[in-house]
Structure formats: structure tokens, C-alpha cells
């Protein structure tokens, strides 16, 4: 018993260390990246992105499935982003509220010829709404079956998107109005083809939102939000930016990524049986530049840009974290030829020297 108790005890005592060393090392990388990124960013590059006939187009897809509340306010924010060449495809996924009558009553819409061509399966789409009023002519309405995933509702968002670029998030998130001009830099700085670009999320709770629009942020009051906040902060603003300075950001969220639309496509789309449809995503995208022996970026933004509902109650807390501890386990049993692959270690580790090169 007492050897068992000593083994024990240096189990954890090399746990807690392993844990020490590899957030040392992270909170370096985290910050050697934020203060790259700090140097690097100027008023100029953004003026000129704002101003460019040559800026990259980004389609602003976002599911929604009885969201008759909050709808109009949402969809009002994402078209006043602070961007030149953008759309907002909201997919109505088989609400059964007014959802998809209060989108066509407030913003003109009306039934619009669409050539759909299904480059991702999704359950059936039924037809598409244009704004009939040029003030919400970047708005696009995708009606289909409800799929009873985000990910099935996202793919059908992807087939309509027409920009190489896509953003992923959900309809009741708040965009910052730079989001856009901020995660589309490092494609552009990049000498590596970036697939997928991430950007610091944090709570909403206790802020002031008006119309859909951020007015002042404040810390959450409450116990639980305040400390999903902090995870949030020490997650993407230590853990991803760190992994993204040795590309080896292994999640871009799925509450705000922005992504190489033909790269997701060519990877098959997200996965609508998965319970971890971002990480999943992320894998398969991963998987698919390896095997195809292609120079790869996952970049990691330190701006906060979205702002999401924090978990109110242990209920909702328990919820939440059984999906994610579900999800993963679901990655590691469908991805689980991943794991000590001597030929994805192998391409892995080139990938690696190379951006650490490029970096």
C-alpha cells in the first residue's frame, strides 16, 4: 500500500510538472506572437482592405433554427461589420417559430432562382430569399429541411457561399465590427496557404448590447460565466496563439472561424453525426494537406472578435461540457488512425520546420 501511495504521488507530482512546463512554454510563444502581431498592425493595411478592389470576398454563414427573438437585431449586426467585399447567408434550418417570417417581413425578402449545386450533402433545400431593398442586399436567406445539426446547416451554408472565404458562427453570437478586417490579415501576410484562421471569443453575459451591436463590455457578474471567461482568455489568448507560432493549432471554434471555403469542401464538409463538428472540421482539413503533401497555416488572431452566451447555470454548464467530453472522445475514436502515424508524424514534423522557418 504504501508503494502504491509513493507511485501516486510522483504521478502527480510529474503531471503538475509536465502541466507547468508546457503552459511556460505556451505563455512564450503566446507572447512572442502578440507582440509580432502588435508590431505588424497598422491603420493602413486596414484602410487599404476597406478600400481595395483586390480584398478578399468572406461569406458570414450562420445557421439559425427558432431564433424568432433575436433574429433581426443579429442579422442587422453582421450586415454593419466593418468590411468591403462580404455576404451573410443565414440558412433557416426547418425552423418552426416565425424565424423565417420575420427575416422575410423585415428585411423585403422575396423567393429567388437559385442554381444550388450541392458540393457538400446536406438534408433538402427548398429555395432561397434575396432582399428586394439595396440596403440589405449582402443579406441571403437559405430555406432547407432542419438536418438536426449545426453542421448539417453550415454545410448548406458553404454550398450557397460565393466567396473563397467563409466564416462560421452562430446566428445569436455578436460580431465585433472589425472581426472580418482583423482575421483576414494573417491570409494575407501569410508566404503559406492559411486554411483556417481563429480569433479570441469571450462572454457576453453582464455586457451592454444594442440592436445587435456591442456598446460596453463588462466582465460577467456571475460565478459560472466569469469563470468560462477566464478559460476563454486562457485558451485562445495563451493555448492557440501559442500552437499557432508551430502550426499546431489543433481547433479553430466553432462559434468564429473563418476558413478556406475549397479546402472544407475538398475535406468533405462538416461531419453532421459529429458531436465536435469544429474539431472534427479542423482534423479533416489537417488530414487533407498532409496526404496531399501541401504548406499549410492554422493562424490564430489575439483580437477579440465575437462575444458569445456564457453557460447561466450548472445545469446549462453540465450540458455543455458532456457535449464537448462526448465530442472528444467521438475525435478520438473516429480519428484514431491519427495517433502514432508514423507517416502523419513524419509530414507533420515537415510542416512543422517550415513554418517555424516561415514564421
Known amino acids: 500500500m504504501d508503494l502504491l501511495f509513493e507511485i501516486y504521488q510522483y504521478l502527480i507530482f510529474f503531471y503538475a510538472l509536465a502541466l507547468v512546463l508546457i503552459y511556460s512554454t505556451l505563455i512564450l510563444l503566446a507572447n512572442y506572437r502578440i507582440s509580432k502581431n502588435l508590431v505588424r498592425k497598422n491603420q493602413d493595411a486596414e484602410k487599404l482592405l476597406l478600400e481595395s478592389p ?8 450562420a445557421p439559425a433554427f427558432n431564433e ?8 442587422i449586426a453582421m450586415l454593419t461589420v466593418n468590411y468591403k467585399n462580404f455576404e451573410v447567408v443565414i440558412v433557416n434550418d426547418g425552423s418552426k417559430d ?16 437559385y442554381a444550388y449545386v450541392e458540393k457538400i450533402k446536406t438534408k433538402p433545400f427548398k429555395r432561397i430569399f434575396k432582399s428586394t431593398n439595396p440596403l440589405y442586399s449582402k443579406l441571403i436567406v437559405v430555406d ?17 457561399a460565393k466567396y473563397e472565404y467563409f466564416i462560421c458562427t452562430d446566428v445569436d453570437c455578436v460580431l465585433e465590427r472589425n472581426a472580418l478586417l482583423n482575421m483576414v490579415q ?3 501576410k501569410s508566404k503559406v496557404q492559411v486554411i483556417a484562421v481563429g480569433a479570441t471569443m469571450r462572454m457576453v453575459n453582464s455586457c451592454e448590447v444594442s440592436d445587435g451591436v456591442m456598446q460596453k463590455t463588462k466582465l460577467p457578474t456571475r460565478i459560472i460565466p466569469m469563470y468560462q471567461e477566464i478559460e476563454y ?34 475535406a468533405g464538409g462538416y461531419d453532421p453525426l459529429s458531436h465536435a463538428e469544429d474539431m472534427d472540421m479542423t482534423m479533416r482539413m489537417i488530414a487533407y494537406m498532409i496526404n496531399y ?6 493562424a490564430q488572431v489575439p483580437e477579440t472578435c465575437c462575444w458569445t452566451e456564457g453557460p447561466p447555470s450548472v445545469k446549462v454548464l453540465n450540458r455543455q461540457r458532456t457535449r464537448w467530453a462526448r465530442g472528444l472522445l467521438q475525435i478520438f475514436t473516429v480519428h484514431r488512425k491519427f495517433l502514432f502515424n508514423q507517416y502523419f508524424a513524419k509530414n507533420f514534423k515537415r510542416q512543422f520546420h517550415q513554418n517555424v522557418a516561415t514564421a
Open 54 to 61: 483586390f480584398t478578399p470576398g468572406i461569406s458570414i454563414v
Open 68 to 75: 424568432e427573438i433575436t433574429i433581426f437585431n443579429n442579422v
Open 98 to 113: 416565425r424565424t423565417l417570417d420575420i427575416l422575410i417581413e423585415k428585411f423585403e425578402m422575396v423567393e429567388t432562382p
Open 144 to 160: 432547407k429541411e432542419n438536418g438536426g445539426t449545426k453542421a448539417d446547416a453550415s454545410n448548406a451554408g458553404v454550398n450557397v
Open 186 to 188: 494573417p491570409i494575407l
Open 233 to 266: 482568455l486562457r485558451s485562445y489568448l495563451v493555448g492557440k496563439m501559442g500552437f499557432s507560432v508551430i502550426n499546431a493549432v489543433n481547433n479553430v471554434s466553432g462559434g468564429l472561424g473563418l476558413f478556406d471555403k475549397q479546402v472544407v469542401i475538398e
Open 293 to 298: 503533401q501541401k504548406k499549410y497555416r492554422i
